[in-house]
């Protein structure tokens, strides 16, 4: 099984910028793609960011020109630059590897403040 660890969520006010980790670890195979997902309260869990095996990356377009997804293969591990945070981007931020299965890490909490 894969674990899927992630850091760097927090408060910040809005305007601000968090960066995001997420450390992989465990039975790796074929890695397809990673990702962000995001899930605010009463709100379904959305795609925000993820990144192929061959480096192709995929944003929703409320983050476009302010989140930026990139990895270290050699780590292991998934970035989520988040910059220009606004209210709306508050949420429990998780980490997705896709592969043969997919797995999900446990959340890192992003709030935004106004």
């Known amino acids: 099984q894969v674990q899927l660890v992630e850091s760097g969520g927090g408060l910040v006010q809005a305007g601000g910028s968090l960066r995001l980790s997420c450390a992989a670890s465990g039975n790796i195979f074929s890695i397809n793609a990673m990702g962000w997902y995001r899930q605010a309260p009463g709100k379904q869990r959305e795609l925000v960011a993820r990144?192929?095996?061959?480096?192709?990356?995929n944003y929703t377009d409320s983050v476009k020109g302010r989140f930026t997804i990139s990895s270290d293969n050699g780590k292991m591990t998934v970035y989520l630059q988040m910059n220009s945070l606004k209210p709306e981007d508050t949420a429990v931020y998780f980490c997705?590897?896709?592969?043969?299965?997919?797995?999900w890490g446990q959340g890192t909490q992003v709030t935004v403040s106004s």
């Open positions: 990144i192929t095996s061959g480096g192709r990356t």
């Open positions: 997705r590897y896709s592969g043969t299965r997919s797995y």
